[in-house]
């Protein structure tokens, strides 16, 4: 097992920042996931490589950056055997933008509401379905403000593959 993050952007309007991975990764290439996932380099705090992480893979700055999901863990199974197990903290952020994303890191973005997110949430990789799900409208609807403490989504419940 080993620490990562997993983190859902949001914009004003509500909607879900979703990226496709390239299809040149080595993990779940091509799959449509979450904003931006990754790990934190040695010694780096946890906030700071996910904004990292957004500016390398997407180009954005992230505001009103929030710990939803503290100790959250995952085991997933990639078709091709490859393992992922992961403590992976869910952090929930704000951006209004045109992401200019890295072609390395993501093939294509898309913004798509929260609730139709949710309805489609089993056909997205292993990584947001065990992030994000939730059918709580209420998560991004404070996505762009700070309430002096962590919001955490209701209904939230674990799939497993």
Do not use: Q
Request: with cysteine; aromatic share 8%; proline share 7%.
């Amino acid at each position: 097992m080993h620490l990562a993050f997993s983190c859902y952007v949001f914009d004003v309007a509500g909607r879900l920042l979703l990226t496709r991975r390239a299809a040149t990764k080595k993990t779940w290439p091509g799959v449509w996931t979450n904003s931006v996932c990754g790990h934190p380099l040695p010694r780096e705090d946890i906030a700071d490589s996910v904004r990292r992480r957004a500016r390398d893979e997407l180009g954005i700055g992230l505001s009103a950056l929030t710990l939803i999901l503290p100790v959250f863990r995952y085991r997933a199974v990639m078709p091709d055997g490859v393992v992922e197990n992961e403590l992976c903290p869910v952090f929930r952020a704000a951006w209004t933008g045109t992401p200019a994303p890295d072609p390395a890191e993501v093939d294509d973005v898309s913004w798509l509401d929260w609730s139709a997110f949710a309805d489609e949430v089993l056909a997205v990789s292993a990584t947001c379905r065990r992030g994000a799900g939730c059918r709580s409208v209420s998560w991004p609807a404070s996505a762009g403000r700070s309430t002096g403490r962590p919001a955490t989504p209701t209904a939230c419940r674990r799939r497993r593959d």
